[in-house]
């Protein structure tokens, strides 16, 4: 069976009556097709970094081919290559590095944009064939053109040679990229313009125009309907993650360093692309809105944006989507217009054709020269009156030549104003008849068309707050609701404290806003006390007189402390736990006697409650021995360390003495002999 005798989505072509105001709803079926053909375009990374992933891709033409007969029967598979736009700062433009820009000995190409390589073919061989004799070339930058050479793959289709079947582009890189505005660097200023500049394969136009936007490139993959799998390292992750959240029917796959997991990555990619189905619309008519709901598997319903699609969609699975368009007024020319619904990544598509009914049938009853339309002046039909030429009014009853006369005018006047019908209407036959608006939900009102239902307060961007209706550009709210803009909620619910009392009984709800009457309350309930004591610290002396009859209020516990129901438990794992249905608070404290209790506060309806243990945990008194035996040894340590320094001293102090005495010594020696000596 040829692609184009394979059918997806059902109908194909319709027509539509749609008459202002009133929606036209219709059924869309779309069931996967087993078998469905698919073109693949290997767009690869021919930078310097990406050498090792060229040795393992040259063998994926007959590998892929392999793995793909699995899931379609007609497969073809292209391949391509880009490095970066051939201009200063990206790439060293001297003639050396022209030649060959790698360093050392590295045989390298000649740095180009984009090479179509090889044309879509069902031939594995050829691709490794002519793969396997390209070699690595090399840039100066880090991030790549690739952004130029995915342009060129979606709207070169007569060279790549896409057909009406499942388009799939891989594009495989280690490198971020350049987008829209990087052109400047090299002095490329001109938008790109999205069209094929390909000659004998090569992008011929990189130094001409810049790199193409996200946006772009979101319109042309869809125009074209090719589904992008970008097979990025994981350092780039993140970055191409957030490009494929930009670009519908898009994925992202981590690629090893070496490119040896691409298959499988291109396979689990094209099964997840594949499995999900979401339809877009052409732009729409002016006035003409469109909704979407889509039934999925399971019964799953999705209405909104995600009406648009379904997920999870196996081979031979039927989904439907309930489809509504509504024409809220008349095109100006009347003519019928065609809008087209398609599946995204998908060559089929819906065409509608959009017939407005802009008259009513009963125009072909009138009754000409009625003599309701002032004896015969006008048709009646449908219930008014149609006049004649030279003839006005609601039942023509005026003359246009009396139109501008004053004596009508003045009736079109408010309070003998200069304005007439409030500059919103024309005085026809001294009566206002009022201008219409745009929007038909919009109307003017009143004898002097004074009056409208759209210039009220409007609340969140909405007339009355969406809580009333605009009469005479007055709001008249509905039941609780208040407010010149029907602002203010009357409903208390939004003040309920934790204790069901209205903002903690220290404020007042207005608007269904807490306003606390009491300083040191704060928070949306008033229930806020920076500055006040804990529940716990507050609570703490009645619980300790009342459950262990200490503490300072133990003489006034029956008059002061009598608020709460005090319940006494064996330990702390029989306390009430916080997942009760009422508010509670666990409290530890400690009283002068250094003994810690533990209890619990908590409201429950009106009642209050506390949970004490009944046994305080005290520390234990001192060990005597061990103190006197301390004060002992340290009473014996510290007199033998005076005993040793007394001795120290003492030692030091005698051998200063000692050397003293032998100096003297010495010295009454030399007197001795020198009184020795004999007269003469």
């Known amino acids: ?115 179509n390589v090889l044309r879509l073919t069902s031939d594995g061989n050829q691709f490794n064939t002519l793969v396997g004799q390209q070699q690595i070339s090399g840039n100066l930058d880090s991030p790549e053109g690739g952004f130029d050479a995915i342009m060129q793959v979606a709207v070169c289709g007569e060279h790549i040679g896409w057909r009406n079947v499942t388009r799939l582009l891989v594009f495989s890189t280690d490198a971020g990229f350049h987008f829209a505005g990087d052109g400047k660097l090299g002095g490329i200023v001109l938008p790109n313009d999205g069209k094929c500049h390909l000659k004998d394969g090569m992008y011929t136009m990189s130094h001409y125009y810049d790199y193409p936007s996200i946006a772009h490139l979101v319109q042309k993959l869809s125009d074209n309907n090719i589904q992008t799998i970008f097979a990025v390292t994981e350092e780039f992750q993140s970055v191409y993650k957030e490009l494929k959240n930009l670009i519908p029917k ?11 997991n691409v298959i499988n990555l291109i396979i689990d990619a094209y099964k997840s692309l594949s499995s999900e189905v979401i339809l877009e619309n052409s732009k729409l008519p002016e006035g003409v809105t469109i909704k979407y709901q889509s039934h999925c598997k399971n019964g799953v319903v999705n209405e909104g944006e995600n009406g648009r699609k379904c997920s999870n969609i196996s081979i031979g699975d039927q989904v439907f ?10 095109p100006k020319n009347g003519l019928s217009e065609s809008i087209k619904i398609k599946p995204l990544g998908f060559t089929e598509e819906v065409e509608i054709l959009l017939n407005f009914i802009c008259e009513c049938e009963c125009h072909d009853a009138g009754q000409a020269n009625s003599p309701y339309c002032n004896n015969g002046n006008g048709t009646f039909e449908c219930g008014a009156c149609r006049c004649n030429e030279g003839r006005i009014g609601r039942h023509c009853e005026c003359s246009t030549e009396e139109v501008n006369s004053d004596d009508l005018d003045a009736n079109c006047r408010k309070d003998n104003g200069t304005d007439i019908c409030s500059t919103n209407g024309d005085c026809i036959c001294g009566e206002c008849v009022c201008k219409k608006r745009e929007n038909p939900s919009e109307v003017y009102s009143g004898k002097y068309c004074e009056c409208d239902n759209f210039n009220c307060d409007r609340s969140n961007n909405m007339i009355c707050g969406g809580h009333g209706e605009c009469v005479c550009r007055v709001c008249q709210c509905e039941a609780n609701y208040t407010g010149s803009a029907c602002d203010c909620s009357l409903d208390t619910t939004t003040c309920l404290a934790s204790n069901k009392q209205i903002c903690n009984g220290r404020g007042t709800c207005e608007c269904g806003t807490c306003k606390c009457t009491d300083p040191k309350f704060q928070g949306p309930t008033c229930e806020i006390c920076p500055t006040c004591p804990g529940v ?105 360390a005076l005993l040793l320094i007394w001795k120290l001293l003492m030692i030091i102090h005698d051998r200063r003495e000692f050397a003293k005495f032998e100096k003297e010594k010495m010295n009454a020696k030399w007197d001795t002999v020198s009184c020795s000596l004999p007269l003469i």
């Open 1 to 115: 069976m040829k692609p184009e005798d394979i059918t997806q989505i059902q109908p194909q072509k319709m027509s539509l009556n749609l008459r202002s105001g009133e929606a036209q709803s219709f059924n869309l079926t779309f069931k996967r097709a087993e078998d469905y053909p698919i073109d693949l375009y290997y767009l690869m990374d021919l930078s310097y970094s990406m050498k090792d992933d060229l040795e393992n891709v040259k063998n994926l033409g007959t590998m892929l081919m392999h793995e793909m007969s699995k899931i379609t029967s007609d497969f073809r598979i292209g391949f391509g290559s880009f490095v970066e736009k051939t201009v200063m700062p990206y790439i060293s433009t001297t003639p050396a590095k022209l030649l060959n820009p790698c360093t050392g000995d590295q045989n390298c190409t000649s740095p180009f944009s984009y090479k």
């Open 250 to 260: 898009s994925a992202v796959g981590t690629l090893s360093a070496n490119s040896s």
């Open 321 to 330: 989507f309930d489809i509504s368009i509504t024409a809220h007024k008349c």
């Open 536 to 640: 716990c610290t507050e609570h703490k002396e009645c619980v300790q007189c009342r459950a262990f009859q200490t503490g300072e209020k133990k003489d006034t516990c029956e008059r002061d402390c009598s608020y709460f129901n005090l319940i006494k438990v064996k330990d702390r794992d029989e306390l009430p736990q916080p997942n009760q249905a009422f508010p509670l608070m666990h409290c530890k404290e400690r009283d002068a006697n250094d003994c810690w209790f533990y209890y619990t506060y908590a409201i429950n309806n009106t009642e209050k409650e506390v949970h004490v243990v009944e046994t305080q945990e005290c520390p234990a008194g001192p060990d005597i021995i061990p103190i006197v035996a301390g004060v002992v040894a340290g009473i014996v340590l510290i007199g033998l």
